[in-house]
């Protein structure tokens, strides 16, 4: 059937990134993923063996391991029964069984099994559960697992959430919003500080050479992500580029060459802060500032490298030429915050970037945080980007390879954008920013002709008080403009009574044609604001 075809092919591309490595290979998953899907879960135990995966379910994130019906080996156990694999177990290592990480019969049967399952919840409970403090050193269990990964072809290394985030080679996330990040900077795990972006320098189990993170375009975690990489690109274990994985989507790679196949409902999002142009924090009104950070979404059916080069699905095309909006979209609350009384269901970050690439006017888009203190903008700049748009599971999906993002605060205006001498700056009452030639109907080129205005946008709110008076304005004009053309056609029809006070006769067709005209332009007047 449809979807069989579709793992047929999936397992096809996972055998040809494989080629004839020795090692086995990484299925890393965003988090949140359906129960059935069958191209993530079915796509692990075809590249495990098959009918002949053993799969080993490791519990450790998890509050509730084993072995309540709701427990995190119970619903693992049916997903992957459901695939007919040789055998499933629970592996018995966790916070309450540490002493297991030294069993010689764990370890024995952890030498057997092909698929290794990380469940979800906290990562720092598997380096707890599979490290031996406090030197950070493999437990026999841990070395097992390494040992079947390093040596034998068809071994998996897959996770969900914190078992995705915990197998980096690199710093490893623990904990932080976006937001807290871009202000306050990033802290070794032992720090504390409500929101703080905390990391273990240490790193993670070390079965994905590249830094990653997970849940990301859903909470909004492209802030937290590029904070880190920039704060510890020179540690030890720092890195210059990482990864983030949407929900309900994997990463499936075999490390070498560096080639990640995107599978699932969304994208993953690789940034490059090593060109970046970074300055400090100097004071409160001198907030941490970092631009030119290069930036690629990868989306279903993709390939990703880890230089950030896309190569699209091959249902595909390119986006030049065939874009489907006249302008990009913006955003009020561009990282999703989670204080956000209107908290968007969906994903602002790759909204707005990918609606810059599909869009036919405009080379930047902005949007701005929900959180004001300062307000942070974030600026996408398409310049130099390529993008590609195909339709897939009745779902248009657009990827984007090499766009521009600048993270800053606004201005004392609120403004995100400046724009070089020759070009005025533009807002209109949505939020969204251009540098034009000249400015369009309805805005007043300033005395200096540097930026197009109405009335002047305060800081203290995105839509502001002025942009609400130009609607409200806007509004009211309409309105009495539909007034007097409905006064106009009555006084017309008087005239036409008088001239025939005997025959009452109805709105002539022309009359009723005007005032549909009338009344239609209106309507699409105010939809369009």
């Known amino acids: 059937n449809f979807m069989i075809s579709r793992l047929l092919i999936l397992s096809a591309c996972v055998a040809l990134v494989c080629g004839s490595q020795s090692h086995g290979s990484v299925f890393l998953v965003g988090g949140a993923e359906d129960d059935n899907n069958t191209e993530i879960y079915g796509g692990m135990i075809t590249a495990a063996g098959g009918r002949e995966a053993v799969v080993a379910v490791i519990t450790a994130p998890g509050e509730d391991p084993c072995c309540d019906p709701d427990s995190s080996w119970v619903l693992y156990k049916q997903i992957f029964s459901s695939y007919a694999p040789k055998d499933i177990w629970w592996v018995p290592i966790d916070e309450d069984h540490i002493a297991n990480n030294k069993n010689p019969e764990v370890a024995a049967n952890l030498s057997k099994s092909t698929l290794f399952f990380f469940s979800g919840g906290d990562q720092d409970r598997v380096i707890d559960s599979f490290f031996v403090a406090p030197n950070h050193t493999d437990s026999p269990a841990l070395a097992a697992i390494r040992a079947r990964f390093e040596s034998t072809e068809g071994t998996v290394i897959a996770g969900t959430s914190a078992g995705t985030a915990c197998q980096t080679a690199k710093v490893m996330f623990m904990d932080g919003e976006s937001y807290s990040a871009l202000v306050n900077g990033s802290f070794p795990y032992n720090s504390t ?28 975690r492209q802030g937290r992500l590029v904070r880190l990489l920039a704060d510890t690109q020179h540690q030890p274990r720092g890195a210059a580029t990482g990864f983030g994985v949407d929900q309900n989507t994997a990463l499936a790679s075999t490390l070498d060459p560096a080639v990640f196949q995107v599978v699932g409902a969304a994208g993953v999002w690789w940034f490059d802060v090593s060109n970046a142009t970074i300055a400090p924090a100097t004071t409160a009104a001198a907030a941490w500032t970092i631009r030119g950070v290069r930036a690629s979404y990868a989306t279903r059916g993709d390939t990703l490298g880890s230089d950030g080069r896309v190569r699209p699905a091959s249902w595909k095309v390119p986006l ?19 204080y956000a009384p209107d908290y968007p269901t969906t994903p602002q970050f790759s909204m707005v970037a990918t609606s810059l690439l599909d869009s036919r006017a405009g080379r930047m888009a902005v949007g701005r945080t929900f959180e004001t203190n300062p307000r942070y903008c974030v600026v996408f700049d398409r310049e130099y980007a390529t993008g590609w748009a195909g339709q897939d599971l009745g779902r248009r999906y657009v990827s984007i390879e090499n766009i521009s993002v600048s993270f800053h605060p606004a201005d004392h205006h609120g403004n995100c954008l400046s724009c070089p001498a020759g070009l005025m700056h533009l807002r209109d009452v949505t939020g969204a920013e251009d540098c034009v030639t000249s400015c369009p109907l309805g805005f007043d080129t300033d005395a200096n002709h540097t930026s197009c205005t109405v009335t002047p946008i305060g800081s203290d709110d995105v839509s502001g008080s002025s942009g609400g008076s130009l609607q409200l304005d806007v509004i009211i004009a309409i309105g009495l403009l539909c007034v007097a053309a409905i006064i106009a056609i009555i006084l017309r029809r008087a005239r036409k009574v008088q001239k025939q006070p005997i025959q009452m006769t109805p709105f002539e067709e022309d009359d009723d044609m005007l005032l549909d005209s009338v009344t239609h332009e209106s309507v699409r007047s105010n939809l369009d604001m």
């Open 193 to 220: 500080g409500e929101d703080n972006l905390l990391y273990n320098p240490l790193g993670g189990l070390g079965f994905f050479p590249l830094l990653i993170d997970t849940h990301f375009s859903e909470r909004g």
């Open 320 to 338: 030049h030429g065939r874009e489907s909006r006249p302008r990009p979209e913006t955003s009020t609350n561009i990282l999703n915050s989670p």
